[in-house]
């Protein structure tokens, strides 16, 4: 009921979610009316950061005739847990979600992969920063966090050259 994992990022066989109660229903049942006005927001704060962070980073895209839900804004970083560690020096949460690609967690180990079968991969889990992504986000907060982003991988760069 929780991916297969007996704790976080740690998946030891096949599994699946399947969380959902009767309270939690009713909750979304309340919700769901607003889905489309949340979605719409979430699609709006992702042009800003594409607007502020194009350039700088690998940013989402997304197929023509197709419509992301920015459940996630993930960009690629250099050197991430460092930088990760700046932003929230400064105030900006981030998070690292999904840090091992599925054909490395201990639930598929049995296919053998190694890190030089899937290059990209491998070299993504170290780079991928999910920023801060709600509705409710403001512009204002938007570009503190492109900001503040863009000024630790400058400094890390410089550091770390």
């Known amino acids: 009921a929780?991916?297969?994992?007996?704790?976080?990022?740690?998946?030891?066989?096949?599994?699946?979610?399947?969380?959902?109660?009767?309270?939690?229903?009713?909750?979304?049942?309340?919700?769901?009316?607003?889905?489309?006005?949340?979605?719409?927001?979430?699609?709006?704060?992702?042009?800003?950061y594409d607007e502020l962070l194009k350039g700088h980073f690998p940013v989402p895209v997304t197929p023509d005739g197709c419509e992301h839900t920015y459940h996630l804004y993930v960009v690629r970083v250099p050197e991430r847990d460092a930088v990760a560690a700046k932003l929230k020096e400064a105030g900006v949460e981030s998070g690292v979600h999904y840090p091992i690609a599925i054909p490395f967690m201990e639930a598929y180990s049995d296919l053998g992969y190694v890190s030089s079968d899937l290059l990209v991969a491998s070299a993504q889990m170290g780079e991928l920063l999910s920023l801060p992504m709600f509705a409710e986000l403001t512009p204002d907060q938007i570009d503190h966090v492109c900001a503040t982003l863009i000024a630790s991988v400058d400094k890390h760069r410089v550091v770390g050259e």
């Open 2 to 48: 929780n991916h297969g994992q007996p704790e976080k990022n740690r998946h030891t066989i096949v599994g699946r979610n399947s969380r959902m109660d009767g309270i939690q229903a009713a909750v979304l049942s309340v919700k769901l009316p607003h889905l489309d006005s949340w979605l719409d927001a979430r699609r709006r704060h992702a042009a800003r």
